[in-house]
């Protein structure tokens, strides 16, 4: 495993790659490769997609490096391009069905299933539940849970990649919450059958 990158030792790579040193792109390609994939792979369809939208977003991010400025961190803003890249592929594919707007549905107080020992199940099929009510998220939905509960970005920093101010991130974000836990809620009331 690799060493602390520090912020500044990042900066002299983008400040060099805004140069036109490629050699210091790669470094920061090398860097952010592997988190970027894991990211993009939960917005799209499957591993080949999510390759070439990682790849996309290097490409859009070595041809505009010069205007990024070090403001903010490197991966927040390669984060943007990635996100990006992955709502245009998503928006160009073909409806899947009727998708109903979450937007639209009535927020509930779910129960609270902590304190139900009967109601445990084996860890892997609740992990299926919650990959699949992830994916089934909208994605301007997806992504502020993906940002803030599986990445960990701040709420600042997770809003920064968005574009979004962090009110309309944190409603995004509390009704992307609510639909994956009623998913998880219907899993557990299914199991009582």
């Given at each position: ?18 140069a036109g ?10 860097r952010?490769?592997?988190r970027?994939?894991a ?10 997609e999510?390759?070439e ?10 041809r505009s ?46 129960p ?10 084996e860890?892997?099929?609740?992990r299926r539940?919650?990959?699949?009510a992830?994916?089934a ?57």
């Open positions: 495993m690799s060493a602390p990158v520090s912020r500044s030792d990042e900066a002299r790579l983008v400040e060099r790659s805004q040193d490629r050699l210091a792109f790669e470094e920061l390609v090398r952010h490769a592997d970027l994939y990211v993009v792979l939960r917005f799209v369809a499957d591993a080949d999510a390759e939208v990682t790849q996309e977003a290097f490409l859009r991010a070595w490096i010069d205007k990024f400025e070090l403001r903010s961190q490197f991966f927040t803003w390669l984060y943007r391009i990635g996100i990006n890249e992955a709502k245009r592929r998503a928006e160009r594919r073909p409806p899947a069905g009727a998708v109903s707007s979450i937007d639209e549905t009535p927020i509930e107080d779910a609270d299933w902590s304190e139900a020992p009967e109601f445990r199940v860890q892997g099929n609740l539940v919650l990959e699949d992830v994916r998220l909208p994605l301007e939905y997806r992504a502020p849970l993906i940002l803030r509960d599986v990445e960990g970005l701040s709420t600042q920093e997770a809003a920064d990649v968005m574009d979004l101010r962090e009110a309309a991130f944190k409603s995004r974000l509390h009704r992307a919450r609510l639909a994956v836990r009623r998913a998880v809620d219907q899993y557990y009331l299914e199991g009582e059958r």
